[in-house]
């Protein structure tokens, strides 16, 4: 497989990953109810925070030049075990924030009609 995709690619396509749709159904939510005024440095604080997880992602990528996932890289540099409790805490997490959005959106829907 042949790579076609500049790091700078990998950056803004593992940022649009990670913040996804939650973004943007979740920024009144947030800002209404937990950040008040500081809404912007919240979010700035999420987006370095984010910005560090990506350069960490791209790392693993130059350093293992092997097409895979995360389990992949993650068995090369910390070993079998270690990889499958941290695939494990991924997969989690993907069900708790897919299900979080999917419930403010539903919220959000019931509120529009």
Not at 5 to 25: E, K, N, S
Request: charge should be positive; aromatic fraction near 20%; charged fraction near 10%.
């Amino acid at each position: 497989m042949k790579k076609t995709l500049t790091w700078w690619d990998l950056l803004w396509f593992g940022l649009g990953v990670v913040m996804g749709a939650g973004i943007f159904i979740l920024t009144s939510l947030i800002s209404r109810e937990q950040a008040g005024p500081a809404v912007f440095l919240s979010f700035l604080a999420f987006g370095v925070s984010v910005l560090l997880f990506v350069l960490y992602y791209i790392e693993f990528v130059v350093e293992v030049p092997i097409a895979s996932g995360s389990f992949v890289y993650l068995r090369v540099k910390f070993g079998g075990f270690n990889a499958f409790i941290v695939v494990g805490n991924i997969l989690f997490e993907y069900i708790v924030a897919g299900t979080s959005v999917a419930s403010k959106w539903a919220f959000k829907g019931i509120m529009i009609f």
